[in-house]
């Protein structure tokens, strides 16, 4: 029975707590338990309070004794530890934060909670979002479930590591060059970056403004719809959330695939590519072409400066971002100090890491007077040109499928010595955020040493449906997704 | 272009971040490595495309939307002042700035 629960699906939970077969506390404590034996090990859980997930989780038993049941009533749930709980703290993998209590909850953590879904603790992550292997945490590296001397990606590294090892059924991640699609991929778990504007970013630490996204991470497509009904909406507190009508994602799920044409990318197909990745991922395309979808050849010529562009702008956006954390208001104040410049310069040298540093440093060059056209409004130019070529394709097709990472999971340490190295990593998740276009990872095979692989799906602005729908229809026909993990056994 | 260790003090300076000494030549390795990955971007032709800050600019052309002036937010001055590292009767304390 709990081998078989820790390995359901939301659906399948939700179904199992409804006919009452098991209650959320019994279900809680078994992940927790969970989360004990295996937290050592990954690394996934930055805090856990069982006391406080057992307390919510009779609360939502109790209520739902008297009838009254939301959607995910019961359903533990982990959240990136980018998103802000009044009830545990909010490190965003930070020394900064190390300490950090917020005040308020995350409009998504709002949300969950009214949805009755009961938090297990908050993940592991890259600090400030700033990573792709989670080595930048200021609390240590989260390990790859398939091979612990392996990084799960990053930025939601400890999100995806805590579903692949079954930790939690689910997990939110954000992603603004990859951050939920990447750390997916390598963890053999599903993950949706919505459209920029879908889902509220009140409540998230944020990096990079103008790309920053929040997203659901679990072991299927149907289950991300469950948790994007949840998440997605207007907000009026995100000056950059988008006013449209509710959506009912897990209703469109069996998306008709007989005419559905998918764009496939010359460039995503190319050099740079390990054959295991590339082996799987053209598996995946003949699945789908021998559903009837008619596979399109397409160009995104300026794809391949998504990596620099980026590199430019979250720096950016992120030096500014992160200038307000000084030591005045809240987060770490150094100890010794001559005046007050020294005060905020030894408070920022103390709080971030090196990665964090670097960043804000690029970012205050390309943004310093003389520099500002050349790099900054330059990079801006240039991200136009990336969101037209999406444009254009998409004119050609309903959807574009390519691999979501060049390589799978890559040794611990491996590129911490060369930061373009790492950046490189990025390569295919970066232009869709450059765009504000949804995409998905889903698990599409296994590369020779037994590691998994994830295929991106990437649609129009605000066409989750479709992404999800098309994940959905691949997942019913494939069990790449249900595979557990050899180093986190049921 | 490759920065030197001055102008890597000058950023750090700017950013209100201290650097030691050994820090600084590190950051200035890892710097130059970012600042020849973006040199690709910068050769690009763009004459005559429009910035693009906002990623749904295409479905906004007036801009972001902007909600009536009114006040909506309550007072939490005490829940927010309850995570500062040095407080006075409802002050921010830092370092004395003036004599």
Known sequence: MINAVINATLTELSGALAAKQISSVELTKSYLERIRRLNGPLNAFISVDEDYSLARARLVDAARRKGEAGPLAGIPLAYKDIFCTRELRTTCGSRMLAEYKSPYDAHVVEQFERAGAVALGKCNMDEFAMGSSNESSYFGPARNPWDRRRVPGGSSGGSAAAVAARMAPAATGTDTGGSIRQPAAMTGVCGLKPTYGAVSRYGIVAFASSLDQAGPMAKSAADLALMMNVMAGFDPRDSTSVERPKEDYSGSLNLELSGLRIGLPKEYFGEGIEPGVLQAVEEAVRWFASQGAKTVPIELPNARLGVPVYYVIAPAEASSNLSRFDGVRYGHRAKEYADLADMYARTRAEGFGTEVKQRILVGTYVLSHGYYDAYYLQAQKVRRLIAADFAAAFERCDLILGPTAPSTAFEIGANTGDPVKMYLNDIFTIPAPLAGLPALSVPCGFDAAGLPVGLQLTGKHFCEAALLGAAHRYQQATDWHLRVPKEAPL | ?99
């Open chain 2, 1 to 99: 272009m490759s920065l030197s260790d001055d102008q890597i003090r000058r950023l750090a300076r700017l950013a209100r971040i201290s650097l030691r000494p050994e820090e600084s030549a590190a950051l200035a390795e890892r710097l130059n490595r970012v600042l020849a990955l973006v040199e690709e971007m910068r050769a690009v032709d763009t004459t005559g495309i429009e910035p693009m800050s906002h990623a749904l600019d295409p479905h906004f052309p007036g801009g972001q939307r902007l909600r009536p002036d009114e006040v909506t937010e309550s007072d939490r001055r005490r829940d927010y002042q309850s995570v500062a590292p040095a407080l006075e009767e409802g002050l921010y304390l830092v370092p004395k700035v003036l004599e």
